[in-house]
């Protein structure tokens, strides 16, 4: 890692639009997940970006300042991460993680 990047975990969703709003609520950064990572070592913060011509595609962005904290947090909270997961999966029609990527802050 180099000094001064920063660590982003990018996530491609495809809603129906019946979700659309319940989609946005649960994956902002106001969300569930965001309110999850909240409580954890070195999480930056969430973003939820919504395609300018699919209004139903978005991508999340979650910061956080290392690989290894994300890490950490994964460990210790993989129950409850795996719950929402499985809670949530009915919002979306398909998700792709697009990958993990350093970024400057």
């Not at 982003?8 to 950064?29: D, H, L, S, T």
């Not at 999340?60 to 994300?70: A, S």
Request: aromatic share 16%; with cysteine.
């Amino acid at each position: 890692m180099k000094p001064g990047t920063q660590y982003v975990i990018v996530w491609q969703f495809r809603v129906g639009q019946e979700n659309e709003a319940e989609f946005v609520k649960q994956y902002g950064p106001q969300g569930i997940w965001a309110r999850l990572f909240r409580g954890s070592n070195g999480y930056i913060r969430t973003e939820l970006k919504r395609d300018v011509a699919d209004h139903l595609c978005f991508l999340t962005l979650d910061w956080w300042e290392t690989e290894e904290d994300f890490s950490g947090f994964r460990q210790q909270n993989l129950a409850e991460y795996e719950r929402l997961d499985k809670e949530l999966e009915g919002l979306t029609e398909k998700e792709t993680r697009l990958g993990a990527f350093w970024s400057e802050p």
